[in-house]
């Protein structure tokens, strides 16, 4: 069992950063890969990033590179998702979720990979 909980989001003017934070816990968190995914209004929820716990190996959406990165601290449980150059149309709830590394790919981005999920923070971005 894996607990989530995101934290780090609010309103930002477009071109603003963000740094999320998901404080991870339970046992054995090296052998969990963690993701963050965002949902907008009326939308599916949408594959951000994602990162495994032991080497670190990580994937971005195309949607987001070059403008995101995610990384994390094994010593405090902790994954980021910093955001820059923020647009309005980031605008969504993000959500963390963990998925056993046994059966993660970075090919595979569909949120039913992820079977722990955090309660999700809003990123609201105004133009």
């Known amino acids: 069992q894996v607990q989530l909980v995101e934290s780090g989001g609010g309103l930002v003017q477009a071109g603003g950063s963000l740094r999320l934070s998901c404080a991870a816990s339970?046992?054995?968190?090296?052998?969990?890969?963690m993701g963050w995914f965002r949902q907008a209004p009326g939308k599916e929820r949408e594959f951000v990033a994602t990162?495994?716990?032991?080497?670190?190996?990580?994937y971005i959406a195309d949607s987001v590179k070059g403008r995101f990165t995610i990384s994390r601290d094994n010593a405090k449980n902790t994954v980021y998702l910093q955001m820059n150059s923020l647009k309005p149309e980031d605008t969504a709830v993000y959500y963390c979720?963990?998925?056993?590394?046994?059966?993660?790919?970075?090919?595979?981005?569909?949120?039913?990979?992820?079977?722990?999920w955090g309660q999700g923070t809003q990123v609201t971005v105004s133009s």
């Open positions: 339970g046992r054995t968190l090296t052998t969990y890969a």
């Open positions: 990162i495994a716990w032991s080497g670190g190996r990580a």
């Open positions: 979720a963990a998925t056993l590394l046994a059966v993660w790919r970075t090919s595979n981005t569909s949120p039913t990979t992820y079977p722990y």
